[in-house]
C-alpha cells in the first residue's frame, strides 16, 4: 500500500490549504489516518488523526482551531485543511495510516504506512 499526498504549495500568512492523501495499491482498511510534519533540521511531529470508521479526530495543541482533518470514505481520501496558517507551519506534510493502536498516539513509530511527503511553505 502506498499512500499519495498532494495539495502542497506556497501561500502567504492568514491563508489556507488543502491537503489529501489517497491509498494506491491494494484496498486496505486503516484504523486511524494521520498527518504529520517535518521542518528542515527537525523531527517529524504529530500533526492530526481520524479514526477511519467513526471519525473521531485527535490534534496536537499547536493546530487547534486552525486545522481540520477529515475523510471521505468513498473516495478513500483524508483531508487536512489548514487554515490560518503560519510561517511556522512551513513543512513538509506527510500522511500516514495504522492498522491498529490508538487514535490518540502520537508516535510516528506507531504508523505503518507513510506518504511521500507534501511540501507546505507559508510566507510571512
Known amino acids: 500500500v502506498q499512500l499519495q499526498a498532494s495539495g502542497g504549495g506556497l501561500v502567504q500568512a492568514g491563508g489556507s490549504l488543502r491537503l489529501s492523501c489517497a491509498p494506491s495499491?491494494?484496498?486496505?482498511?486503516?484504523?486511524?489516518m494521520g498527518w504529520f510534519r517535518q521542518a528542515p533540521g527537525k523531527e517529524r511531529d504529530f500533526v492530526a488523526a481520524?479514526?477511519?470508521?467513526?471519525?473521531?479526530?485527535y490534534y496536537t495543541d499547536s493546530v487547534k482551531g486552525r486545522f481540520t482533518i477529515s475523510k471521505d470514505n468513498a473516495k478513500n481520501t483524508v483531508y487536512l485543511h489548514l487554515n490560518s496558517l503560519k510561517p511556522e507551519d512551513t513543512a513538509v506534510y506527510y500522511c500516514?495510516?495504522?492498522?491498529?493502536?490508538?487514535?490518540?498516539?502520537?508516535?510516528?513509530?506507531?504508523?505503518?504506512?507513510w506518504g511521500q511527503g507534501t511540501q507546505v511553505t507559508v510566507s510571512s
Open positions: 500516514a495510516a495504522k492498522i491498529s493502536g490508538w487514535l490518540d498516539s502520537p508516535e510516528p513509530r506507531d504508523y505503518d504506512y
Open positions: 481520524i479514526t477511519w470508521g467513526v471519525g473521531r479526530t
Open positions: 495499491g491494494r484496498t486496505f482498511s486503516p484504523y486511524v
